[in-house]
């Protein structure tokens, strides 16, 4: 695993960036515990568990790039200050590597009735939407066949989705993305975990060798 530190208006204390050679990015925003404040009161919000490892998985599987969240303790400013900054990098990192697809890695609560859920935020379609959720469902299907696909769980919870990577991808840097949401049951079951690194890295594969038309390095 190489880190990136190859420009300083791309860096930032809290996020660590993974140099990778593939055209796509996977991100993990919530890979630490964040300190937020609702209706006046402040409360943590845990880590986001494993995500971190996948994005660091993949990259050395695939050889993908990388970005998440690191810190010693709970993050305050969030909002303001370093997510702002992450999507910034992330702009970054598309225009001077040829990215061509934004992965959004979450974690979901164990209660949510769902083993992954997948969702593109934007209404409209970009060319490969169509192809890309296809070639997810199959590789889903393959590697979990006993288990609950969904899509767009979180709409009718946070509505338009207008803060999150994958809106902002999608709507400003004009580039594909896609946003997944883990259930904690696959992340606490290591034999699973591992099937999870394999679908991600053969999805990805076959992303880029079908859809994309990317040569491989």
């Known amino acids: 695993m190489k880190i990136w530190h190859n420009k300083e208006n791309m860096q930032h204390p809290n ?47 695939k ?18 200050d370093i997510y702002k900054k992450y999507k910034k990098i992330v702009k970054g990192l598309i225009k001077t590597n040829d990215i061509n697809l934004v992965l959004d890695i979450h974690g979901a609560r164990r209660e949510r009735p769902f083993f992954i859920d997948y969702d593109f935020i934007l209404p409209h379609q970009y060319k ?6 296809k070639l997810f469902t199959e590789k889903f299907s393959y590697y979990f066949p006993k288990e609950k696909l969904s899509s767009g769980f979180y709409r009718d919870i946070n509505g338009s989705g207008y803060k999150t990577l994958t809106y902002y991808t999608r709507k400003y840097l004009k580039k594909p993305a896609m946003q997944l949401e883990i259930n904690k049951k696959l ?7 591992k099937k999870l690194i394999n679908m991600l890295n053969d999805f990805l594969e076959d992303y880029e060798n079908t859809i994309a038309g990317v040569q491989q390095k």
């Open 15 to 61: 996020i660590q960036i993974i140099e990778g050679e593939s055209s796509v990015l996977v991100s993990a925003p919530h890979a630490v515990p964040i300190v937020k404040t609702v209706n006046g009161r402040k409360y943590t919000r845990m880590a986001e568990k494993r995500v971190y490892e996948i994005v660091e998985k993949l990259n050395s599987k």
């Open 63 to 80: 050889n993908t790039w990388g970005i998440y969240t690191i810190s010693e303790g709970p993050l305050e400013g969030w909002q303001e």
């Open 128 to 133: 490969h939407d169509t192809k890309l959720e």
């Open 187 to 193: 992340k606490d079951d290591d034999v699973k975990f």
